[in-house]
Every structure is written in C-alpha cells, then in structure tokens.
C-alpha cells in the first residue's frame, strides 16, 4: 500500500466563506502513484467545515443563509465566556455548532489513478470564524 500526505495553508478572506478546493484535490491524487484506493480531505480547525455540493454561487449563498438561520448569533450560548486557558471571551459558539452541522471531513474513492466522484460536486472548504489563516490536510491511500 502507497500512502501520500499534504498539508495545505490556506487565507480566507471573510467571516464565512466557502472556498472552492476541488483542483487542488484532483491535482493531488493525480501526482499520487495511486491507481485504486482513497483519498481523505480533514479541516484541521473546530470552526470550519468541509462539505461537498453544486459548485454554483446560489447554492453557496442557501448553505451560508441556511446555517444562520438555523445557528442564529443571538442567542445565549453557553460557551460565550471567559476562558482562562486562553486569557480571553470565547465568542464563536455559533462557528463550532455550524462546524459541527457541515463535518471537517469527506473522503473520495480513487479509481484508475483519478477522484470517482460526480461531476458536479465541488469540495468546499468551509470558513465560520474569519478571516484568518486556515491548514486542510489531504491523505491519499491505495495501491
């Protein structure tokens, strides 16, 4: 068995942002000697997600406007408080709970040295607490 590894920085730009990284992806299973076998994509953050859908613009902005509704910031969280291992307010409960709604993780089958997936889904990475800068990790394993 061949395993590959990559670890990829990343700056967002916005709060919340949904960063198209579907190249970067295929680019990197394509430079793997791999024929058969499957690739894994993982945030490496509690306040991101990452998340596979349509790649189009109103889609992004449904997913964005559907988290705020469903994790609105105004409510009483308990996490809203003072963290004395990190000297200051904690005030992202919201970004953990949408993290924890989208997942930091999907995974892909390989198949004759390429991604099988659809050729419509797009893999996101998926900015709640931002902008700031934000590490995504690739694992390809096969044979």
Do not use: W
């Not at 894994?40 to 189009?56: A, D, K």
């Not at 109103?58 to 988290?67: A, T, V, Y």
């Amino acid at each position: 068995m061949k395993i590959y590894s990559k670890e990829i920085t990343l700056l967002t730009h916005r709060e919340m942002e949904m960063i198209n990284i579907t190249d970067e992806v295929h680019q990197f299973v394509e430079e793997c000697d791999i024929n058969s076998g499957m690739v894994y994509i993982i945030s490496m953050h509690t306040t991101s997600g990452i998340t596979v859908n349509e790649g189009l613009l109103d889609i992004e902005q449904d997913l964005s406007d559907l988290l705020s509704t469903i994790i609105p910031e105004d409510r009483p969280y308990h996490h809203a408080r003072y963290l004395h291992e990190d000297g200051q307010m904690a005030i992202n409960s919201p970004c953990h709970l949408k993290s924890a709604l989208l997942g930091f993780e999907v995974f892909f089958p390989i198949e004759n040295g390429k991604i099988h997936c659809g050729g419509r889904q797009t893999i996101y990475f998926v900015e709640l607490d931002g902008p700031v800068e934000r590490k995504y990790f690739l694992k390809a394993m096969g044979v």
